[in-house]
């Protein structure tokens, strides 16, 4: 599976964006993956923010974004979605998404980088006024 993640851009603190990453490939079946959001802002390691399961809507977030991120599926467009509401300066960072294969009837959302064989490409957020 391939992945392209897109929507990202220049915002004010507290405005909202919303980021897309949208799976592609022969074959393929989106409910057969688990997908991460994860982001890496300069001098940080990146770090997991936001996960849902295969097709049973098990979702994590990371503390940071608790509350002002949301995630949602659309298996019949093969896209995943990050709603980011009330953005913070320190929500600067370039997000990517990635692919871990799943069972589609578990509530397999896993948090760690190494569970994620696929990854698209970032793409930029920046908060700033």
């Known amino acids: 599976v391939q992945l392209q993640a897109s929507g990202g851009g220049l915002v004010q603190p507290g405005g909202s964006l919303r980021l897309s990453c949208a799976a592609s490939?022969?074959?393929?079946?989106?409910?057969?993956?688990?997908i991460g959001w994860f982001r890496q802002a300069p001098g940080k390691k990146r770090e997991v923010i936001s996960c849902?399961?295969?097709?049973?809507?098990?979702?994590f977030y990371a503390d940071s974004v608790k509350g002002r991120f949301t995630i949602s599926r659309d298996d019949v467009k093969g896209t995943v979605y990050l709603q980011m509401n009330t953005l913070k300066p320190e929500d600067t960072a370039v997000y990517y998404c990635?692919?871990?294969?799943?069972?589609?009837?578990?509530?397999?959302?896993?948090?760690?980088?190494?569970?994620?064989?696929?990854w698209g490409q970032g793409t930029q957020v920046t908060v700033s006024s």
């Open positions: 990635a692919a871990a294969s799943a069972n589609p009837s578990s509530n397999y959302a896993p948090v760690q980088e190494t569970s994620y064989a696929y």
């Open positions: 849902i399961a295969g097709s049973d809507g098990t979702t």
């Open positions: 490939g022969s074959g393929y079946a989106l409910n057969y993956y688990a």
